[in-house]
């Protein structure tokens, strides 16, 4: 048994690796296009069976817990459906010649390094393996953002390149630190950095020095997340670069630095002298809620718009972690989940319609649900569950997120509803435009691959009605580690 | 530990905080290029001095990596690439020198006051080091936000990056640290690779920033 549970770890990173080798050589792009959802489809069927096997003892270098199982099923699921919507939206691409089948080629290959450097960090249980690994899919992002090589894309893809690199090298120096609180504790060498040692002894670790490390890990990883105000790059790379691309940011790539923000607060927790992490978070976490809201008015482009509501809700998320507690950090679970279904349906969503439109300008695309009801109502079921509307599963765990807050520091809780409906407002202001009225634009058909968009939005309505009790008692044990 | 090692150690780490300063006021690229290959050189002195004096051989390597990636390679590669791209003019600082100064004296104060305060127990050597590593990591920085150029705003980066290298070699027995060159030398291939090869002057006629900022796609 143990044996082949050392191999669902080993798979779900040696499959996208070996994958993205294949890709790399295969010419014909409608291969490409089959092989990439083949491997991202066997890499969640990986994922899935860390639940029934056993679960192997945490080394050097990995770990499985229950913390990072929730992270790599989502993780692989979000990259299993988006690998079948990118494989309609491609042909588009290439249809109308925006991409080459060389760029395709590229592009597919990059989809496997990405995958493989988001789960690498998902179970490393080295800091600076996981730091490598956020470097590593923040890259493939990065050169995939600037595939069309437009004016617009390649500064996009600068920008986040330049930031995401200031980033990484606060988290670098964060990790340094770690590294050198936990040294006179656990001795010289690898052990200092591996994760399941230094939260047994956090405790003992010098308490300013973990502190200050914290500070700098949070502004690292934090622009990876996009809190405000480090948060400029983002709305850009969501919006100059392929939407598939869009969807894994904003779904996955976000809860990546979230999940590396998250282990370091648990030593900083473990610790008792060391500075609290949660004043810090919610503080960050609020400025970006209530600062991306009121952003939310005045955007032009549809990417973006739902770029600026990643950045809210990524805001929302770490308040609730930053809250902590059983109930909030449940909470902050749950929407991280919802949100990243969501946002990637949402996107899916986007992309077709931006291909049939021809534009992403929201003042140009009218009417959507009467020139192409499947994509209209896909954004309207998206964008009132984004929104926070009843029945949906991000009104449930915004409803917890505020419950919480309002239990613990009734305070807090007015920024936080103040920033929701702010930006409750302004999508169903967009909405409206977007969806009714007047067709305006193309309506030529669509070929859609309805699939993914849906099934995303059936699992966000199933969770808004009605949780399964193992799911709820496994999100609560995982709340309950996240202390 | 001895005090000339413990000295030698000091002065090398502490002329890469100079050098980082010397870096503050060029205003010219070449110049500015040239004092960053200075910096390189510094680094590779002091990542080697560490490894000679925690007999830790695979520092060598990092230190051979600062030598001829940093020093070499690059600043030969961004000379080419300025003249490529026309742009061996003046540098368009957005702060004045004078501001730019008391900027950087300010921070290397506020690292200075933070890195000792939290590290009294720690080794007097590794404490210095982290001290003045994260001075020029913020001295980097600041030449990153108060340049306007791409390529002296890659300059601003390399240089904080060296300061990750120092710090990551003083934390004694610190594992993973030639690993995370080597990725950071990938990284910054990357990054000089994209000025030119995404063709920033070409694609936006300038290697201003400034000018790539206009685009947003909102502001109309």
Redesign the interface.
């Known amino acids: 048994m143990t044996a082949f549970s050392f191999d669902a770890v080993a798979a779900i990173l040696l499959i996208p690796a070996a994958a993205a080798a294949i890709l790399a050589a295969l010419p014909n792009y409608k291969m490409t296009a089959i092989v990439n959802v083949i491997a991202s489809l066997l890499t969640l069927l990986a994922a899935l069976s860390l639940f029934v096997t056993e679960r192997p003892a945490p080394g050097q270098y990995l770990i499985v817990d229950d913390l990072n199982i929730v992270f790599i099923v989502l993780n692989t699921f979000v990259g299993f459906t988006t690998s079948v919507f990118s494989a309609s939206y491609i042909a588009h691409e290439l249809e109308t010649g925006r991409l080459t089948a060389p760029n395709l080629r590229f592009y597919h290959a990059m989809y496997q390094i990405m995958m493989f450097g988001m789960n690498l960090a998902f179970v490393s249980n ?1 800091i ?2 996981m ?2 690994a956020v ?1 590593l899919a923040t ?1 493939t992002t990065v050169l995939m953002v ?1 595939i069309y ?1 437009t ?2 894309a ?2 996009a ?3 986040y ?2 930031l995401g ?2 980033g990484i ?2 988290a ?2 964060g990790t ?2 770690v ?2 609180a936990a ?2 504790v656990v001795g ?3 052990n ?2 591996v994760w399941s040692v230094l939260i047994e002894k956090a405790a003992h670790f ?1 308490p ?2 973990l ?2 490390a914290f500070i700098f890990l949070l502004l690292g990883y934090g622009t990876k997340v996009g809190l405000a105000p480090l948060h400029a790059w983002l709305p ?1 790379a969501h ?1 100059e670069g392929p939407t598939p691309i869009s969807a894994v940011l904003s779904g996955l790539l976000l809860n990546v630095a979230l999940y590396a923000v998250l282990r370091f607060k648990l030593l900083l927790t473990a610790s008792p002298e060391a500075i609290g992490p949660g004043p810090l978070m919610v503080t960050m976490g609020l400025t970006s809620l209530i600062f991306a809201a009121f952003m939310l008015y ?4 549809i990417k ?1 718009l739902f770029a600026y509501s990643s950045i809210e809700h990524m805001g929302i998320i770490v308040f609730a972690f930053g809250m902590g507690g059983p109930l909030a950090n449940f909470a902050g679970l749950l929407h991280m989940v919802m949100h990243s279904l969501t946002k990637s349906a949402i996107f899916f969503a986007v992309g077709h319609i931006a291909q049939v439109k021809g534009t992403q300008k929201i003042s140009e695309i009218r009417g959507l649900t009467e020139s192409h009801p499947g994509l209209g109502w896909a954004l309207v079921i998206g964008v009132v569950a984004i929104a926070g509307l009843p029945p949906l599963g991000i009104f449930m765990s915004e409803f917890l997120v505020v419950s919480s807050t309002f239990a613990r520091h009734p305070w807090l809780a007015i920024p936080l509803v103040f920033g929701l409906l702010i930006a409750f407002g302004a999508l169903l202001l967009r909405l409206t435009g977007l969806a009714f009225g007047e067709p305006r634009g193309g309506t030529a058909p669509v070929e859609a691959s309805y699939v993914p968009m849906y099934s995303h939005l059936a699992l966000v309505f199933a969770a808004g009605v009605y949780l399964p009790a193992p799911l709820v008692a496994w999100f609560q044990h995982v709340a309950g580690i996240l202390g | 530990m001895n005090g000339l090692t413990f000295d030698i150690a000091h002065l090398l780490a502490g002329s890469l905080v100079l050098v980082s300063f010397m870096m503050l006021y060029q205003d010219r690229l070449f110049a500015l290029i040239n004092v960053f290959a200075l910096h390189a050189v510094v680094l590779a002195l002091s990542v080697a001095w560490q490894a000679y004096i925690q007999d830790a051989h695979h520092l060598y390597i990092t230190a051979a990596i600062a030598l001829v990636f940093k020093a070499i390679v690059i600043p030969v590669g961004l000379h080419r690439i300025i003249q490529r791209l026309g742009i061996h003019r003046d540098i368009e600082t957005a702060v004045g020198i004078g501001p730019t100064m008391l900027a950087g004296i300010g921070l290397v104060t506020l690292s200075m006051v ?2 000792l ?3 009294p ?2 080794d007097p050597l ?1 404490r210095e080091d ?1 001290a003045f ?2 001075s020029i ?1 913020l001295l980097g ?1 600041l030449v ?1 936000v108060t340049r306007r150029n ?1 390529v002296s ?1 890659v300059v601003g ?1 390399m240089s ?2 060296n ?2 290298v120092l ?2 070699t003083g ?6 640290v030639v ?2 060159s080597v ?1 950071f030398s990938i ?1 910054i291939a ?2 000089v690779i ?1 000025v030119f090869l ?1 063709r ?1 002057r070409e ?2 006629d300038s290697v201003d920033v400034g000018a ?1 900022d206009d ?4 502001r ?1």
């Open positions: 080295n600076g393996l730091w490598v470097e890259l600037g090589r004016h617009e390649l500064e893809a600068w920008k390149f330049i690199s200031v090298a606060l670098l120096f340094i630190l590294y050198m040294q006179p010289e060498g690898t200092a950095m010098d300013a020095l502190s200050v850009d919006a005045r955007r032009r482009d973006r | 933070l890195m305060r939290v590290t127990e720690a590794a982290l590593a994260l990591i920085l990153m791409a705003q980066f904080l990056e300061g990750l710090a990551a934390a004694k027995g610190m594992p993973l690993e995370i990725a990284l990357f990054i994209g995404f920033i694609r936006f790539l685009y947003r796609g909102e109309r």
